[in-house]
Nanobody, 118 residues
Framework: VQLQASGGGLVQPGGSLRLSCEAPGSTLSSYAVGWFRQAPGKERVAVGHITFNGENIFMTDSVQGRFTISRDNVKNVVYLQMNSLKPEDTAVYLC????????????WGQGTQVTVSS
């Protein structure tokens, strides 16, 4: 399964972005999908994940209430909606897939850069 994250860019503090995770040629709806981020010089950390059927979503404390994950299994895409962005959200964002109701990051895609700056 090859994943592609897209939708990153430069945004001002307080702004919003929506990232997309797609898997051309694969059925992304068969897997739980998670988002991670990695800031320069820091370790990769989890942002949150969504079960294969979209019924359960888990977000880490640092983004709870600002970010959310959704999926459209018809379009075979998973989204990360990011609101109220802060400079500390600046990172490369990556998506991963694996598992069904329990997320098991197995396949990874290249990330997309998100920069929050005025």
């Amino acid at each position: 399964v090859q994943l592609q994250a897209s939708g990153g860019g430069l945004v001002q503090p307080g702004g919003s972005l929506r990232l997309s995770c797609e898997a051309p040629g694969s059925t992304l709806s068969s897997y739980a999908v998670g988002w991670f981020r990695q800031a320069p010089g820091k370790e990769r950390v989890a942002v949150g994940h969504i079960t294969f059927n979209g019924e359960n979503i888990f977000m880490t404390d640092s983004v709870q209430g600002r970010f959310t994950i959704s999926r459209d299994n018809v379009k075979n895409v998973v989204y990360l909606q990011m609101n109220s962005l802060k400079p500390e959200d600046t990172a490369v964002y990556l998506c991963s897939a694996g598992g069904l109701l329990t997320f098991r990051p197995t396949w990874w895609g290249q990330g997309t850069q998100v920069t929050v700056s005025s």
